[in-house]
């Protein structure tokens, strides 16, 4: 159910990124860990676009596996389920390497002039 | 007409904690320590708050911001502890929010006597999904669970049950009709955020509430969820 609450979310940081053209594609990296349904996360996306620059662009995401780290141990490995103590030491000091992502990574925009290139 | 991709890399939250550190900042410059209550609908957070609040918390001075989509019901049954309190809905101009946000504190500021208390106590809006995305500013996170909602939740509800820094058992005066089984509860709890506090509570019985009036006691020495 919070894919409408991130999806307004998008749509508010690509429209700031856009400074007033017209929006065509979105990109967005989505960590796992995050629970954010990709299907429904576009089909919101589709309706908090309305009438706004970003009305008509296309959604593309990229699905970012999570990999934890213990501190003590430095063990590094990758998880599906929500499991967070350590499997070598069973410590509870882990940190998230990566699969919390909720990032606009880039936009494309329809620009009128060339892109001044210094 | 040109195509030009434009970088981005900002997380989509990024605005959100954006206010909500200027609340923080605000909070902090009125000496006010903010915790964030979040639970399902019908956790017994409101009751909680009651049996927590009706003797005071020592030495500190207590105000209660209740998030609720419509209608001022639990700001009402907190009147009579007189305390202040008030009441915020995601219906009025926040089109009927699941959530609080920050923007929707920044907007409650003004209305909040910060200078004539030390603790707001916010009461999110019951949902076990999107509060756990939205931080508002405070100092501390605290998440109730009930044995009548099933020992499965923290592995249902991963991001809640570790965006928090205590979690509440409550409805302890429930177990002998549920099939709740604590320790799976426990067990599932310590695999999705290990180490974290637990305490067990009935609203009805007072169980735990004198722990949880001292872990509300703490929380201005503790400060602990970063903004």
């Not at chain 1, 929500?82 to 925009?109: H, K, M, N, Q, Y």
């Not at chain 2, 009402?76 to 926040?94: C, E, Y």
Request: contains cysteine.
């Amino acid at each position: 159910m919070h894919e409408l609450s991130v999806s307004s979310a998008v749509v508010d940081t690509a429209v700031k990124h856009a400074a007033g053209r017209q929006v065509l594609l979105v990109s967005v990296r989505l960590g796992h860990l995050r629970q954010v349904v990709p299907d429904s996360l576009v089909f919101f996306f589709d309706l908090c676009a309305r009438d706004t620059v970003c009305e008509g662009a296309r959604l593309e995401y990229e699905v970012v596996a999570a990999r934890l780290r213990c501190e003590p141990c430095e063990h590094e490995w990758g998880v599906t389920e929500p499991a967070f103590r350590c499997p070598l030491c069973d410590g509870a000091r882990v940190v998230v390497v990566c699969g919390d992502e909720l990032e606009v990574a880039s936009i494309e925009v329809h620009q009128e002039e060339p892109a001044c290139i210094v | 007409m040109h195509r030009v991709k434009v970088r981005v890399v900002e997380d989509a939250l990024d605005a959100n904690n954006t206010i909500a550190r200027a609340n923080r900042d605000d909070f902090d410059r009125n000496g006010v320590t903010v915790v964030n209550i979040m639970s399902a609908p019908g956790a017994g957070k409101t009751t909680l708050l009651e049996r927590v609040l009706r003797d005071g918390v020592e030495g500190l001075r207590v105000g209660v911001l209740e998030g609720d989509v419509q209608g001022s019901l639990d700001a009402d049954r907190l009147a009579h502890l007189h305390i202040p309190v008030t009441q915020l809905n995601t219906d009025s101009g926040f089109g009927g929010e699941c959530h609080l946000d920050a923007n929707m504190i920044r907007s409650a500021l003004p209305t909040l006597p910060l200078a004539d208390i030390d603790l707001l106590v916010v009461e999110n809006v019951g949902n076990l999904v999107c509060p756990a995305e939205f931080r508002i500013g405070e100092d501390a996170r605290m998440m109730v669970s009930s044995v009548a909602e099933g020992d499965d939740k923290p592995l249902k509800y991963p991001l809640m049950f570790r965006a928090c820094e205590l979690v509440v058992l409550n409805k302890m005066d429930l177990l002998p009709h549920v099939d709740f089984d604590v320790d799976r509860f426990r067990h599932f709890l310590d695999q999705v955020h290990p180490g974290v506090t637990v305490l067990e509570t009935s609203a009805r019985t007072g169980e735990g509430i004198e722990e949880l009036r001292r872990w509300f006691a703490s929380l201005p020495d503790r400060a602990v969820a970063p903004a």
